[in-house]
């Protein structure tokens, strides 16, 4: 299995400042037919299902501030968020679907410091 | 607007059975791949099923867990026997990107909540 990991495990940042979330393959994801990381970013708010805010590591889905940027390849990825507001609290997971089973990365929590 | 709902979630005994509906709207439900995700406090997000171009399972899950799909009723079904403890998780229905079963997750439900205990 593709074990994911993340850091840190939570980070708080200053409305405005930059909050940046590693996330470590255990093996590549990427898939050379199409040179594409099979790798996604999600938020989670409380209470709510995870939302999709990166695909194919930097591709960022629809209507999804541009605040939100994903970088990185092969086995190591970046989620950014570039100037952190208050709706921006909460857990982010990072997530493999290049080899079943398809794993996610143990979330990191954004708090506002 | 897609929508997935999710229902069947119950309170069930190790050994038991239950079934889980997904019921979506809002897309071409045939066309798309369509997976069941799980969260626990403590074991976080963990994959259970995939149904697009393949038929995919998590070893916790093989031999117990069957994923199935009617898309003439665009509903995702998943139906779990010898349920154990360790089941006990809230279930996302969650529509994937595109028609592979490797496309990403895209939209979530809101998930239903399965207890397996005594």
């Known amino acids: 299995d593709i074990v994911m990991t993340q850091s840190p495990d939570s980070l708080a940042v200053s409305l405005g400042e930059r909050a940046t979330i590693n996330c470590k393959s255990s093996q590549s994801v990427l898939y050379s037919s199409n040179n594409k990381n099979y790798l996604a970013w999600y938020q989670q708010k409380p209470g709510q299902p995870p939302k999709l805010l990166i695909y194919?590591?930097?591709t960022r889905e629809s209507g999804v501030p541009d605040r939100f940027s994903g970088s990185g390849s092969g086995t190591d990825f970046t989620l950014t968020i570039s100037s952190l507001q208050a709706e921006d609290v909460a857990v982010y997971y990072c997530?493999?679907?290049?080899?079943?089973?398809?794993?996610f990365g143990p979330g990191t929590k954004v708090d506002i410091k | 607007e897609v929508q997935l709902l999710e229902s069947g979630g119950d309170l069930v005994q190790p050994g038991g059975s239950l079934r889980l509906s997904c019921a979506a709207s809002g897309f071409t439900f045939s066309t798309y791949a369509m997976s069941w995700v799980r969260q626990t406090p403590g074991k976080g997000l963990e994959w259970v099923s995939g149904s697009g171009d393949n038929t995919y399972y998590a070893d916790s899950v093989k031999g117990r867990f069957t994923i199935s799909r009617d898309n003439s009723k665009n509903t995702l079904y998943l139906q779990m026997n010898s349920l154990r403890a360790e089941d006990t998780a809230v279930y996302y229905c969650v529509k994937g990107s595109g028609g592979s079963t490797y496309s990403a997750p895209e939209y979530w439900g809101q998930g239903t909540l399965v207890t397996v205990s005594s």
């Open positions: 194919w590591a930097s």
């Open positions: 997530h493999q679907h290049y080899n079943v089973p398809f794993t």
